[in-house]
C-alpha cells in the first residue's frame, strides 16, 4: 500500500472500503473499493477523520484483505453454503437450504489461530432455515502475508468440509398414542396436533396416529406395523414415566428394537427415549412436549431428520446446555438452549 495525501489523492482508485459509523444509528459503507477519488470527495473524507488515503500497489507477498476474505469464505465452505462480494472487508456466509449446520469447532480454532485472520461462525449442531447467515470471514489488516492465507485455506481443506449444511430428509412419520384414559375416549389427545406442527419444520409426512390401551404388546405390534407400513420415524407418546402402569418403554423394548437412551440429562424433556429398530428410529416422547414450546426432543429431531443416527454419547454431552431457561420470549434455536 502507499500512502497518498487527501489533497494529492483526485483521480485515484481507494484500495479498500470506507466505514461511516453514526452511533446508534447506523454503520455503511461510505466509500467502496476501487472508488476513484473526485474533488467532492473530499470534504466527506475530512468529516470521516481521513487526512490520507492509500491506494494498492501490486505486491507478489501480501494479499488484499477483499481477495483474502473471498479465498477464506470459499475454502471454508461445504454443501448447503453460498457467499458473496466482500463489503467492508467482509464476506458473509449463507445457508442456501434448511438442514443441520455442521461446524468444525477445532479446525475453525486453528484457523483463529493465525494472526490477522478471522472466521467467526454461529453455533453448528442446530437447525437452520435457508438465508441464515452461518458465518463471516475477514483479515484485520489491510492486506494479509500470502504464506498466512495459504496456511487458513489448507486447514479447510480436509476430508470433511468446514462448515456445511446437511439437508432434511422428508421422513414418513407414525404416531403411536398409549394410555387407557385416551383410547377409552375420557380423556382428549393432545400430543398429536404439536407433534404434527414440529414435523412441518422438516417436511416430515404424517402416515396417521393409532389409540391403544395400556398394553405393552399391543404398543409393540402398532409400532412394528407403522415401520411394516413404510414409516421411516415413529413416536410413541403417552405413559413414558416411572410409574408402574406406564408401560410405553416396555412397549418399545418388545419390538425388538436396540435402545440408544431411556433418560436424557435435559430439562424439559428428561423422559425422553430412542430406540432403533434396524434403522427406523422409535422416539418415546416425554409428557411435556404437550405444554413445553423447547424440550429435549428438539435437540435430537434435527439429528433424526438428516438421517443421521444418535448415539448416546451425543446425548450424555447435552448436559452442558440442556437446561432450558423458559424464557418468557422463546428464540429457540438463537439461545442457549442445547448449545
Not at 90 to 112: C, H, M, P, T
Not at 315 to 339: D, S
Request: proline share 5%; aromatic share 6%.
Amino acid at each position: 500500500m502507499k500512502k497518498i495525501s487527501l489533497h494529492d489523492s483526485i483521480g485515484l482508485a481507494l484500495c479498500h472500503d470506507i466505514t461511516r459509523i453514526v452511533p446508534g444509528k447506523e454503520k455503511v459503507r461510505a466509500f467502496q473499493k476501487g472508488h476513484v477519488i473526485r474533488a467532492e470527495d473530499v470534504p466527506k473524507l475530512h468529516d470521516l477523520g481521513k487526512e490520507h488515503i492509500y491506494i494498492w500497489e501490486d505486491s507478489d507477498s501480501l494479499i488484499h484483505e477483499d481477495e483474502a476474505a473471498l479465498r477464506l469464505a470459499k475454502a471454508a465452505s461445504g454443501p448447503g453454503i453460498t457467499f458473496g462480494e466482500p463489503n467492508q472487508g467482509k464476506v458473509s456466509l449463507k445457508v442456501a437450504y434448511s438442514g443441520l449446520l455442521e461446524i468444525d469447532a477445532l479446525r475453525l480454532a486453528q484457523i483463529n489461530s493465525i494472526e490477522g485472520i478471522v472466521l467467526a461462525s454461529v453455533h453448528g449442531s442446530q437447525a437452520v432455515a435457508a438465508g441464515t447467515v452461518a458465518a463471516g470471514t475477514r483479515v484485520i489488516p489491510i492486506a494479509i502475508e500470502k504464506e498466512k492465507l495459504e496456511a487458513a485455506e489448507q486447514i479447510c481443506c480436509s476430508s470433511s468440509p468446514l462448515i456445511s449444511v446437511k439437508p432434511f430428509i422428508p421422513l414418513r412419520v407414525g404416531i403411536v398414542t398409549t394410555g387407557n384414559e385416551v383410547y377409552s375416549g375420557r380423556i382428549k389427545d393432545g400430543f398429536c396436533a404439536v407433534l404434527q406442527q414440529k414435523l412441518a419444520s422438516y417436511q416430515g409426512e404424517f402416515m396417521g396416529q393409532v389409540l391403544v390401551p395400556d398394553d405393552a404388546s399391543l404398543i409393540s405390534a402398532q409400532i412394528k406395523k407403522f415401520i411394516n407400513d413404510g414409516a421411516d420415524l415413529v413416536f410413541v407418546t403417552g405413559g413414558m414415566s416411572v410409574d408402574p402402569d406406564d408401560v410405553t418403554p416396555t412397549g418399545i423394548k418388545q419390538t425388538g428394537a436396540e435402545v440408544v437412551f431411556y433418560g436424557v440429562p435435559v430439562l424439559p424433556g428428561s423422559m425422553l427415549m430412542l430406540a432403533y429398530l434396524g434403522n427406523v428410529p422409535i422416539c418415546g416422547v416425554p409428557g411435556c412436549v404437550m405444554f413445553n414450546r423447547t424440550t429435549s426432543l428438539d435437540l435430537i429431531l434435527p439429528y433424526i431428520f438428516t438421517g443421521q443416527r444418535v448415539s448416546r454419547s451425543q446425548i450424555i454431552r447435552l448436559g452442558h446446555g440442556g437446561f432450558c431457561q423458559e424464557c418468557p420470549i422463546c428464540h429457540f434455536p438463537n439461545c442457549a438452549f442445547g448449545k
